[in-house]
């Protein structure tokens, strides 16, 4: 790791990421010309498929020796392995591309012993752009204007009915994976006299990669999801990590969980009171799992 120039990577990570967002920007999408990939709630545009042939063709060309995991090309049982590798979501919020709803993002992070060490998420709509190198801290810009340090809050994390958590449905919508999201859910909303946090807010954006870097820069106090996959994580990790920010299975028990472990569970930086933080969260989950296979 200690040859290779991140700093570099991060820098021609940027410029692949904002050209991908060119395209993006011009795209014409609609609900109707969507295809469905599990059901209607996990969709593709034929701009995510073109978007991720560019990324791969461009980082393939300067870093001819790196592997590509990307969200649309991705085979089952390819498993990310100690090699560098980038992992890529071309368009991260694609039912909000779809809908025109501006919280959509590229999202390309570059891991390295399966830990991300370059993390890049550009929202071309709005202009946002996080990114990270492993060690040099995490910076947020926006039009192309000057880079603000993350975190912009970090003051301590207390009880759960103060948090503003950021959650999604996913796609599975019956069964056991389901049935948990929804205890979950209900626990953290509902009010203290019927058993629940109280919670000060749930938020679902459609884009775990731009609710993580939320959650980096301290602007939401955490993000919880089960079922989604590296490439919806990876850059956004190493932008949290370097903020200051930690992500934790989103399962209890595992405080330093693989890339690809499906289930995720980010919070903010603090001055004090994270791991109580993750502690109370995992007490909501109590003894219920959900479980993901390999199968997109
Ligand atoms: C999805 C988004 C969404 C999350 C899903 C992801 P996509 O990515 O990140 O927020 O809930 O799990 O699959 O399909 O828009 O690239």
């Known amino acids: ?20 967002g060119g395209t993006i920007r011009s795209a014409k999408p609609s609900t109707s010309n969507t295809l469905s990939k599990k059901n209607t709630a996990d969709i593709v545009t034929e701009t995510d498929k073109a978007v991720e042939q560019h990324i791969h063709q461009r980082l393939q060309q300067r870093y001819p020796t790196f592997a590509f995991v990307g969200e ?4 089952i049982g390819v498993e990310v392995t100690d090699e560098p590798t980038f992992i890529v979501d071309p368009i991260d919020g694609t039912s909000n ?24 998420v550009y929202n071309p ?18 039009h192309d204007g000057p880079r603000k340090a993350l975190p912009i809050v970090s003051a301590p994390l207390g009880e759960l009915n103060t948090a503003c958590i950021g959650i999604e449905w996913g ?20 009010s203290r006299a019927t058993g629940g946090h109280f919670v000060n807010s749930l938020r679902c954006l459609g884009s775990a990669a731009i609710a993580i870097c939320l959650v980096a820069a301290g ?26 920010g ?6 209890p028990g595992n405080w330093n969980p693989p890339i690809d472990n499906r289930r995720y569970l980010a919070v903010r930086p603090a001055t ?11 007490d909501v989950i109590g003894e219920d799992r959900s479980s993901y296979g390999p199968t997109p």
Request: glycine letters at 6%; proline letters at 2%.
């Open 219 to 244: 602007q939401q106090d955490a993000f919880w999801e089960c079922g989604c996959w590296a490439w919806d994580v990876a850059a956004a990790w190493c932008i949290l990590s370097e903020a200051n």
């Open 72 to 75: 649309e090309s991705y085979k």
């Open 246 to 251: 930690i992500m934790v299975d989103g399962h």
């Open 97 to 120: 591309f779809v809908h025109g709803f501006p919280a959509v993002c590229v999202s390309i992070g570059l891991v390295v012993k399966k830990r991300p060490v370059v993390g890049v």
């Open 272 to 282: 004090d009171g994270q791991k109580e933080f993750v502690e109370k969260f995992w």
């Open 125 to 142: 709509f709005q202009e946002d752009l996080w990114s990270a190198v492993h060690g040099q801290g995490a910076f947020y810009s926006q």
């Open 171 to 190: 796609s599975d919508r019956e069964g056991p994976n389901f049935d948990l999201n929804l205890k979950v859910f209900t626990t953290l909303a509902r």
């Open 1 to 20: 790791m200690a040859e290779l120039d991140m700093h570099d990577i991060c820098a021609f990570v940027i410029e692949v990421a904002r050209e991908a």
